[in-house]
Structure formats: C-alpha cells, structure tokens
C-alpha cells in the first residue's frame, strides 16, 4: 500500500473548524481502507470519542468525496 507523509502527520490537539472544539488526539484504534481512527478527547469536557481522520489528498477526485459522503450517512442514520 502507498501512502503518503501526510497520512502519518496528525497533530496532538484537533480543532472542529465549524464549533471551534478541541480534542485531544489519543491512542491508536485501527484503520481503514482511506482513513485512520483514534481516540479523540473533547478538551473543554473531558468526553472521550472515537474519531476517524481522513488526509484531504484522499478526497481529490468527485467518487472519492461521493463515498466519504456516503460513510457519514450511514454514521449519522
């Protein structure tokens, strides 16, 4: 499998563009087939949740974003 630096390159403290939230990036869980996953830790609450990181490099062609979409329905339902 080819990957890139930036898979690898997740930093400590993730912040939720759209509510300013903080998390803490914690240990590993496991991975898939274009993301990553890991325990996240709400900084503000202390709430601990799982989080799914995907580099933007895998999200560049229109199928690609159309899966990703599709995956986030399915958490959301």
Same mark, same amino acid.
Not at 31 to 55: H, M, S, W
């Given at each position: 499998?080819?990957?890139t630096?930036?898979e690898?390159?997740?930093?400590?403290?993730?912040?939720d563009p759209?509510t =300013? $939230?903080?998390? $803490?990036k914690?240990?590993f869980?496991?991975k898939?087939?274009? $993301? =990553?996953c890991?325990?996240?830790t709400?900084?503000?609450?202390?709430q601990i949740? $799982?989080?799914?990181?995907?580099?933007?490099?895998?999200l560049?062609?229109p199928?690609q974003k159309?899966k990703?979409?599709?995956?986030?329905?399915?958490h959301?339902?």
């Amino acid at each position: 499998m080819n990957t890139t630096k930036e898979e690898f390159n997740i930093p400590n403290v993730i912040i939720d563009p759209k509510t =300013r $939230a903080q998390y $803490a990036k914690g240990k590993f869980l496991g991975k898939g087939g274009f $993301a =990553r996953c890991y325990e996240l830790t709400d900084v503000n609450t202390g709430q601990i949740y $799982a989080g799914k990181i995907v580099p933007k490099t895998m999200l560049v062609k229109p199928h690609q974003k159309e899966k990703m979409q599709q995956e986030v329905t399915i958490h959301q339902s």
